[in-house]
Nanobody, 124 residues
């Protein structure tokens, strides 16, 4: 049974940092590109970042480029999202996902498996 479990969310002041983790089980982690998405109240789920199966390539949404860093440790079956210089508009539920396209996809439909989400709240 595939499980993706996010952790590391919480409340932080604007300008602060958080590191999200996503631990995967039940799938061959190295066979999947991994992505982070987020969904704020009243908004559609949006792409945040993605990383190739071997960590050699990354893609970021313009809104987080330069502030967020995605990484992975295949030995630990874990993908990370380091979030720095957080802004109130970063407030959302953040979801980890495993893809099926190996294309650093930005669309939710490209991803087969999803975690339960972790809440990130940035206060002003």
């Amino acid at each position: 049974q595939v499980q993706l479990v996010e952790s590391g969310g919480g409340l932080v002041q604007a300008g602060g940092s958080l590191r999200l983790s996503c631990a995967a089980s039940g799938l061959t982690f190295g066979f999947h590109d991994m992505g982070w998405f987020r969904q704020a109240p009243g908004k559609e789920r949006e792409f945040v970042a993605a990383i190739t199966w071997n960590g050699s390539g990354t893609r970021y949404a313009d809104s987080v480029k330069g502030r967020f860093t995605i990484s992975r440790d295949n030995a630990k079956n874990t993908v990370y999202l380091q979030m720095d210089s957080l802004k109130p508009e970063d407030t959302a539920v953040y979801y980890c996902a495993a893809d099926r396209t190996f294309s650093l996809a930005t669309l939710t439909t490209a991803y087969d498996y999803w975690g339960q989400g972790t809440q990130v709240t940035v206060s002003s």
